[in-house]
């Protein structure tokens, strides 16, 4: 009996001695792990890294070589039909203007045409007194038909001339011109290009002021910057008979602009 129970004791010693084992294996391998993945996380961007950036900006300026302008036709009728054909009668003289000034079809453009009712309010029957004011109601009295034009004006120097024009054909009311560079992307490429040689060489030079060997680039970002260009505003006035401006308006120059970071991992 004795010995019956000395072998019992004797196995579940063992069973404990084995499950400690076990726990204390677990633990190892929950905490190899953990630390793996503690060292990897920095890695895979979730952490702080030993990182380092640099700025670069870059500019490029150009003399415009568009000029664009707006302008709106708008008249008054007693109906629809009269009111757009008055509407017409204008457009055909501003486009006839354009042509001769050799602005191309593909360069005008109708923005929007529409047309819409003119109310009166008129009483029913005896005007309004001190005391008392008969009803009344809103009556249609004609319509208006308007028309939005935008130009854009490929021979620059033809510009105030071409506005000039337009007023004298009594548009009701002219915007621009917005002086702009028609093929910009290249430039908006040379301005990115100064900016990351500007960076890269803060980068050459502050690594060695610092004694520390740049790595891969980890990020890079960029903010562009496009001033908005020169105005030289004109606003027609119905009633105008002339409008006088410059035969040749100034342009000026449009800088685009390039701001960019560079990420540098440290070694």
Known sequence: MNNYMETSV????????????IIFVLIVLCAGKFLLSYGNFGKNGNAVENTISFTGHGEVSAVPDIANISFTIEKDAKTVKESQALVAEIEKKAIDLLKTNNVAERDIKTNNASFYPKYEFQNKGMPCTRFVCPTGENVIVGYTSSESISVKIRNTDDTGKIIQGLGEIRVSNLNGPNFSIDKEDALKDSARKLAINEAKEKAKKL????????GKITSFSENRDYPMPMY????????????????????????ITSDVTITYEIK
């Open 10 to 21: 004797e196995k579940k010693c063992k069973i404990h001695h084995t499950f400690k084992i």
């Open 207 to 214: 690594s060695k002021d610092l004694g520390i060997r740049l």
């Open 232 to 255: 030289a505003k004109a606003e027609m006035a119905m009633g105008m008979d002339t409008v006088s401006l410059p035969a040749e308006l100034p342009k000026g120059e449009n800088l």
